[in-house]
């Protein structure tokens, strides 16, 4: 199988991709200077996904939330042994991860790497899933759950997602509940594994020191030794959610907790596409956040003065298939003053005092040196060219795109995202002792 080269001389990188005839997308970043590989197995298969046409049938199912972190922890567990002790016998390290949208498979190792590769491929492609082992499962699964439970910043997380999006699977938690993971059966996982599970809809990334020509060999021999169902076309069944009628618009919770909490949510009305546009857009919108809240910012410096944030505020900007939001948390004393303060800078738009020039020039020059950063790490460049690799557009692409944003980028994007009809603020307050 022949490997196409990409050259991004922005960077200094290299990408080596192939599609083999099975629809498996790999994508290769050598990097002969480093002792370490990174290896990434990810299926376009995430939380959000409850809502599907099964392989082969032309009807709608609804799966119980959490089922896909549920098959995640699966995969692990074989009839007669657990794939975790295979890396360890290597001594590589091994992990897993179930996000919104996607799931990822991973290892990390200096040594043995055709080894690791091979059981990382097999195990995922060979599922296992009985009565006994799903319900064992559930118990495990179950205790995580209630841990969450007992955490506020989780909790607050999810509160304020609860209010943007009541009525969307990403305002539920990825691990689901103690009801919808006791809906869970091996009927389900292995429904849900044959409809999303097929090489087409997945990507293999490797980043680090290894020979590009034997791991593509190894690659290629590995999947044509398997046999796999055709590839059918992913009908998914939840849409993109920008309506600003269901927002709930304040909620708040009593927690054992000795400081408040306070976050507040701002919801994206338009769908973003998965093109150089859209990740423009996106980039765009956290040079404008950075600009606005972050802590060298006037705005921030001001509400520190106050007592209103300290160095737990933290905002982001998250974009995803069917949705995108920009969340603003943090502990306070405060909570209603620091919810009211962000709602006032929404409510501003594109009039903004610290839009300058000045300063969007040191923000942007900033932003593009922790990107440059991000390059050395090879967990975190595998991270993004998987999670990136069902779109258009790659982590090697985001210097050349920041690039070309300008000021008038930031106002125009704060013109149209900026909405106070499209905010909503949760807070969690101390309880009172009786």
């Known amino acids: 199988m022949a490997l196409e080269k990409f050259e991004y001389p922005e960077v200094g990188e290299t990408l080596l991709k192939a599609t083999l005839s099975n629809g498996l997308r790999v994508q290769l970043v050598p990097k002969p200077a480093y002792h370490q590989t990174y290896a990434m197995f990810a299926v376009d298969y995430g939380g959000i996904d409850v809502r599907y ?62 080894e690791n ?97 034997q791991i593509m060999a190894l690659i290629s021999a590995n999947q044509a030794a398997k046999t796999f169902a055709p590839a059918t076309p992913i009908v998914r069944g939840v849409a993109f959610d920008g309506a600003l009628a269901e927002i ?33 857009y996106k980039l765009t919108i956290l040079l404008l956040l950075e600009m606005l809240f972050g802590d060298s910012s006037p705005l921030y410096q001001d509400w520190y003065d106050r007592g209103w944030v300290d160095d737990s505020f933290d905002f982001e900007f998250t974009a995803g298939r069917t949705y995108n939001y920009a969340l603003f948390s943090g502990d306070t004393d405060e909570p209603s003053k620091l919810s009211d303060a962000v709602a ?42 998987s999670a990136q690799s069902f779109y258009q557009v790659n982590d090697f692409d985001m210097a050349k795109i920041m690039r070309t944003i300008t000021l008038a980028d930031l106002k125009a994007a704060a013109a149209m995202f900026f909405d106070v009809d499209a905010l909503s603020v949760f807070h969690i307050r101390p309880e009172v002792q009786p």
């Open 344 to 385: 006032a800078v929404i409510a501003n738009g594109a009039e903004q005092p610290s839009l300058t020039q000045e300063r969007f020039d040191r923000i942007k020059q900033a932003s593009l040196g922790k990107y440059y950063m991000s390059l050395n790490s090879l967990e975190q460049t595998a991270n993004q060219l």
């Open 248 to 280: 709930l618009p304040y909620r708040a919770a009593d927690l054992p907790v000795i400081r408040p909490k306070s976050a507040v949510g701002l919801k994206g009305q338009v769908d973003i596409p998965d093109d150089e546009a859209g990740t423009r």
């Open 53 to 114: 046409q099964p392989a082969g049938s032309s009807e709608m199912v609804q799966d119980p939330e959490g089922i896909a972190h549920f098959l995640e922890h699966k995969l692990f567990e074989k009839e007669d042994h657990d794939a975790f002790a295979l890396f360890g016998q290597t001594g590589a390290s091994a992990n897993a991860f179930t996000g919104a949208t996607n799931t990822a498979y991973l290892f990390s190792s200096a040594n043995a790497v055709a």
């Open 117 to 213: 590769l091979t059981a990382l491929l097999d195990f995922v492609q060979a599922p296992y899933f009985s009565d006994e082992t799903v319900a064992k499962e559930q118990g495990i699964i179950g205790q995580e759950i209630q841990m969450y439970q007992d955490d506020p910043g989780w909790l607050l997380y999810y509160g304020i997602l609860g209010n943007l999006y009541p009525g969307h699977p990403i305002a539920q938690d990825v691990t689901g509940s103690l009801a919808s993971i006791a809906a869970i059966t091996p009927e389900k996982l292995y429904r849900a594994y044959r409809t999303f599970y097929q090489p087409s809809n997945m990507t293999l990334t490797l980043v680090g020191h290894f020979d590009p020509d």
